[in-house]
């Protein structure tokens, strides 16, 4: 189970929450080699939006409609693994 909201109840314990976000990666790509041809999509959509909402509250990409990274900005020309490099 992964408790991402106990790190910033009081405070935004920022490496605790990537952590707890990368844990819920490894465990997606443990489910995803596990599992046979039934994929809950579903479930790999809404993993892929919640994270992609967090690392917009922590101000790494920009707010858009769609789910992870852009793979180009128009706003900005800054590299996005510059921006989480310091994390």
């Known amino acids: 189970m992964f408790y991402f909201d106990s790190p910033n109840l009081d405070n935004i314990d920022t490496r605790k929450a990537l952590d707890t976000i990368r844990e819920c990666i490894s465990s997606y790509?443990?489910?995803?080699?596990?599992?046979?041809?039934n994929?809950?999509?579903?479930?790999?959509?809404?993993?892929?939006?919640?994270?992609?909402?967090?690392?917009?509250?922590?101000g790494t990409i920009p707010p858009s409609n769609t789910i992870g990274f852009p793979l180009s900005s128009s706003s900005s020309t800054v590299d996005v693994s510059i921006i989480l490099i310091e994390f």
């Open 39 to 58: 994929i809950n999509l579903v479930l790999i959509y809404d993993i892929a939006a919640y994270i992609t909402k967090i690392l917009r509250i922590f």
């Open 29 to 37: 790509n443990l489910y995803i080699k596990s599992s046979d041809s």
